[in-house]
Each structure stands twice: as structure tokens, then as C-alpha cells.
Antibody, heavy 124, light 110 residues
Framework: EVQLEESGGGLVKPGGSLRLSCAAS????????????VTWVRQAPGKGLEWVGL??????????DFAAPVKGRFSLSRDDSRRTVFLEMSNLKADDTAVYYC???????????WGPGTLVTVSS | QSALTQPASVSGSPGQSITISCTGS?????????VSWYQQRPGKAPKLMIY???NRPSGAPSRFSGSKSGNAASLTISGLQADDDATYYCSSYTTMNTLVFGGGTKLTVL
């Protein structure tokens, strides 16, 4: 079974930066981390799910896409040798306060494996 | 990109069937068959229940089914069980190469 685990969350002041990690462990038939498209989704306290961004596999060019509210402030990278994806967040705002989940896609937009999430709190 | 529209809540008794609607636009559901449905329990990560409109991943009960017509998609749960009590989210790929979620529907099993 594939397991994902996010880390790096915490309390940060407005305008600050934070780097989240998403590490994969375990195995499943047909799952190869280096081929996986990894998506980040966040959920503000008491609110619904919000798509944050996506990084394709390196075979797919390692292309990234982001939601409008975070574009230009967030970036994604991956280290397939460590089976880890990184979400770099800068110029953080109070509205970025949320639990951040990473997930891998089964097909386009279908997130199969999820981590338990990591809480990011932006507050002075 | 506007969120997809879902009813805030639905309810049903054990054994009954319920349907949750998800309304989008020609920029998302109307263009792509990349509609997914997720179940989320409090304090837990979402769980994929339906993908590509109609497909169930292994681990999702056969009581869950999905469909789409035009700019709208639906999730039907037949033979409701107490364990189905949760919040359900739809999502769709969009023409902007992004993903959009619905606001979520709280299902209460009476």
C-alpha cells in the first residue's frame, strides 16, 4: 500500500515563507512514484476543499500548474530519488491558513492516495 | 474559476437511495469526463469514491455510482448505510488546466 505523509506545517507570520514536503512510502501494483502526478489540495478550517497545484512527472516535463490565488507565490519541485515533492510557499497571507494535503493522481483529476495533511497557520 | 455547485446537505434513511448533484459549466464538467467524487469524514483526508464520471476505484463499494449529463454530474448511493454519513465533494478538470471542487454536501443518514 502506498502511503503519503506531509510535513513542514506550522505557524508563520504574514509575508513569511514555508516549505512543505510530501514523502511517499510503500508500494502498490502499477505505482511508480517517478511517474506520479502529485497534487496539493488545501482545506481552510471548517471549509471545503480547494485545489492548490500540481506537478507532473519528469517524464511529463515536470510541468507545474497552480490555482489563481497562489500563482506567483507558490512553487513545486520533486526529488524522485527521495520519493518526495516539495511545496514552497512565500508571501503567505492569512487566507492561506489551512490543512494542506498532498495526493497522487490515478487519472486526470482523480486523487487516489492522500496524506493525512499538515496544518499551516498564517498569523501575527 | 468558480467552484462547482452542490447542495449543502442531503439526508436519507438506511436502505434508501440518495443522489447528490454537482453543477458546473461548459468550462469544466461540460467539456471533460474527468469528474471525481470524494468522501471525507471529520479530521480525515478525502477518499476517492468515483473517478472519470462513472468508475469506482478498488475499495469503493458498488453501492456508489456516478453519472453526468451536460454541465452536471451526480453521485448516487444506494442502500444507504450508517457508515456513509460524511461530506461528499465533486471535482472536475477545467479548460484552464486546473481542478475545481464543489462546495461539499453533508450527507446525514437518519
Amino acid at each position: 500500500e502506498v502511503q503519503l505523509e506531509e510535513s513542514g506545517g506550522g505557524l508563520v507570520k504574514p509575508g513569511g515563507s514555508l516549505r512543505l514536503s510530501c514523502a511517499a512510502s510503500g508500494f502498490a501494483p502499477g505505482f511508480v512514484f517517478s511517474n506520479a502526478w502529485v497534487t496539493w489540495v488545501r482545506q481552510a478550517p471548517g471549509k471545503g476543499l480547494e485545489w492548490v497545484g500540481l506537478i507532473l512527472s519528469m517524464i511529463g516535463g515536470g510541468t507545474t500548474d497552480f490555482a489563481a490565488p497562489v500563482k506567483g507565490r507558490f512553487s513545486l519541485s520533486r526529488d524522485d530519488s527521495r520519493r518526495t515533492v516539495f511545496l514552497e510557499m512565500s508571501n503567505l497571507k492569512a487566507d492561506d491558513t489551512a490543512v494542506y494535503y498532498c495526493s497522487t493522481q490515478k487519472t486526470v483529476g482523480a486523487m487516489e492516495y492522500w496524506g493525512p495533511g499538515t496544518l499551516v497557520t498564517v498569523s501575527s | 474559476q468558480s467552484a462547482l455547485t452542490q447542495p449543502a446537505s442531503v439526508s436519507g434513511s438506511p436502505g434508501q437511495s440518495i443522489t447528490i448533484s454537482c453543477t458546473g459549466s461548459s468550462s469544466d464538467i461540460g467539456t471533460y469526463d474527468y469528474v471525481s467524487w470524494y468522501q471525507q469524514r471529520p479530521g480525515k483526508a478525502p477518499k476517492l469514491m468515483i473517478y472519470d464520471v462513472v468508475n469506482r476505484p478498488s475499495g469503493a463499494p458498488s453501492r456508489f455510482s456516478g453519472s453526468k449529463s451536460g454541465n452536471a454530474a451526480s453521485l448516487t448511493i444506494s442502500g444507504l448505510q450508517a457508515d456513509d454519513d460524511a461530506t461528499y465533494y465533486c471535482s472536475s478538470y477545467t479548460t484552464m488546466n486546473t481542478l475545481v471542487f464543489g462546495g461539499g454536501t453533508k450527507l446525514t443518514v437518519l
